[in-house]
């Protein structure tokens, strides 16, 4: 708005006026309404769309989890609990054993990086080695089979196949955990973490330290046996 004067015939009348006439500030105020709710419809849109993304993912995730359990018996008839946790979008089976006595290994396999990682209950330290094609067949079983159908396998001992094998620690050349990908980091936090390679056996000189029995649902149980090098 601005002034405007009038001549009259003795003085100067001040007057108001409007550079678009009488419309102008009704249109004005009508244009910021409309901008801000334009704004705020536009905001809980994306706001909206955001939480549906967000909930559809976490949904997609959860259900691509599954829980397989599986109770075999080992080679003196002692039962073996294992829980199988199976991430088939991620490719990744951790299996969750639990010995007669009472103690509980854990054993991921990590697909997608071709890596096998042991973390046993009694020790400090996490173990690695790289899969093989009979690790990639055997948690095919889990990943890959029809295990939805199928959420428990009791294995019978007579239809069993066992499988040992012996795994030398190189304690020398321990793992930067933080060049592991982040399920491996997750489960091994606080550990050191080793190498291990694929040995006949320890020798008379060697001790086994340790052993972890795990069984897939193709009944084949392997006992892993680990002990550790010299330096």
């Given at each position: 708005m601005v002034r405007c004067w009038k001549r009259?015939?003795?003085?100067?009348e001040e007057v108001q006026c409007t550079d678009g006439?009488?419309?102008a500030t009704p249109r004005s105020h009508f244009s910021h309404k409309a901008f801000w709710f334009s704004l705020s419809a536009l905001l809980l849109v994306i706001v909206a769309l955001g939480l549906a993304g967000?909930?559809?993912?976490?949904?997609?995730?959860?259900?691509?989890?599954?829980?397989?359990?599986?109770?075999?018996?080992?080679?003196?008839g002692a039962l073996i609990n294992q829980s199988?946790?199976?991430d088939q979008q991620n490719d990744l089976v951790t299996l969750v054993v639990t010995s007669s006595t009472n103690q509980t290994s854990t054993v991921l396999f990590d697909v997608r990086h071709g890596l096998i990682c042991y973390k046993p209950v009694d020790q400090?330290?996490?173990?690695?080695?790289?899969?093989?094609?009979p690790d990639y067949d055997n948690?095919?079983?889990l990943l890959r089979g029809s295990t939805h159908k199928q959420s428990q396998f009791q294995l019978s001992g007579n239809e069993t196949e066992r499988q040992m094998e012996f795994l030398g620690v190189l304690e020398a050349s321990q793992v930067n955990a933080s060049s592991l990908g982040e399920p491996l980091q997750t489960l091994c936090k606080n550990r050191s973490?080793?190498?291990?390679?694929r040995a006949d056996g320890p020798g008379k000189q060697r001790l086994v330290y340790f052993c972890i029995d795990i069984c897939f649902p193709s009944n084949i149980c392997v006992s892993v046996c680990f002990?550790?090098?010299p330096e």
């Open positions: 009259s015939e003795n003085c100067l006439g009488p419309d967000h909930l559809g993912l976490s949904q997609l995730h959860s259900q691509s989890l599954q829980i397989v359990r599986i109770t075999a018996s080992d080679q003196h199988a946790v199976v400090d330290s996490c173990f690695l080695r790289t899969m093989e094609q948690v095919n079983s973490v080793h190498w291990t390679r002990y550790y090098l």
